[in-house]
């Protein structure tokens, strides 16, 4: 499987799983993780190696039944993501506009701007409960992320604010739900409702791609790269920066509102 480092590397990109109860962790986590991981062919077949030893071991010590084991040759690599590849790069401006044109044929294109005026990771938004959104004081709060630094209050633009009113308004414990308000798997969202409305428009990006799309246009608009790394949350913070605190928030809205 490689070096020490490299297991400890591929351990690293599976950060999500980390405080995660062995027995809990499904196909679709392993899915997310590898979807969201960033990394090249080569490196998520190691990664899906060393699944299927920690699966062994975990079988062999009766944490899991063997069936578990059979759960990790249905992790899909073959859509796997480079960060300088086309999939990586931020929508352009015609790109958004064409999003805002068709947002009332589909419910679900308010998700792709929900997550391009807020900058949060896909799994960030899809886990959101409600009870965390402060719909009056325009702001929600990150409670889990696959960082220390992505804990944080993320500022709702005016722009988006009628989509979260129509989710706020949904019969689900989270934000953003399934049809028949249930809570979104990640790879049922990815699968049955990103990619569909992606082809629909003939545009090849995956969700995070949103994010980029944020920093981009917060960038473009002159925003100070400390707001916009308060706001979506990126590594490089110091822990003192990372403090949750209210008293920075005024400054977010301004800032997110100026795209």
Not at 29 to 37: F, I, M, P, T
Not at 39 to 45: A, D, F, Q, R, S
Not at 193 to 220: F, I
Request: net charge neutral; hydrophobic share 35%; proline share 3%.
């Amino acid at each position: 499987v490689g070096s020490e480092m490299c297991i400890r590397d591929r351990f690293r990109t599976c950060e999500k799983l980390h405080n995660m109860k062995f027995v809990e962790i499904k196909l679709d986590h392993l899915q997310q993780a590898v979807d969201e991981s960033g990394k090249n062919t080569p490196t998520l077949k190691k990664m899906k190696i060393m699944f299927g030893l920690m699966y062994d071991y975990a079988v062999m010590h009766e944490i899991v039944t063997a069936d578990k084991r059979d759960m990790v040759r249905y992790v899909d690599i073959t859509k796997a993501g480079n960060p300088n590849a086309y999939n990586r790069k931020p929508f352009n401006k015609k790109q958004i506009n064409m999003v805002w044109k068709v947002k009332d044929s589909n419910t679900y294109y308010s998700v792709i701007l929900m997550l391009i005026y807020t900058g949060v990771r896909i799994g960030e938004l899809l886990d959101l409960k409600k009870e965390d959104v402060h719909f009056d004081e325009r702001w929600f709060y990150v409670r889990e992320s696959k960082t220390e630094s992505g804990i944080r209050e993320v500022p709702i633009a005016e722009k988006v604010v009628p989509f979260f009113q129509y989710w706020l308004d949904r019969d689900c414990e989270y934000l953003i739900c399934t049809p028949d308000d249930k809570h979104f798997l990640y790879r049922n969202y990815y699968d049955s409702y990103w990619t569909p409305l992606m082809e629909e428009l003939k545009l090849q990006h995956r969700p995070h791609d949103t994010r980029h799309t944020c920093v981009s246009l917060l960038t473009e608009a002159g925003v100070d790269e400390r707001i916009i790394k308060k706001i979506v949350g990126h590594k490089g913070q110091g822990v003192t920066e990372t403090v949750y605190t209210h008293i920075e928030l005024p400054f977010k809205l301004e800032a997110i509102n100026k795209i």
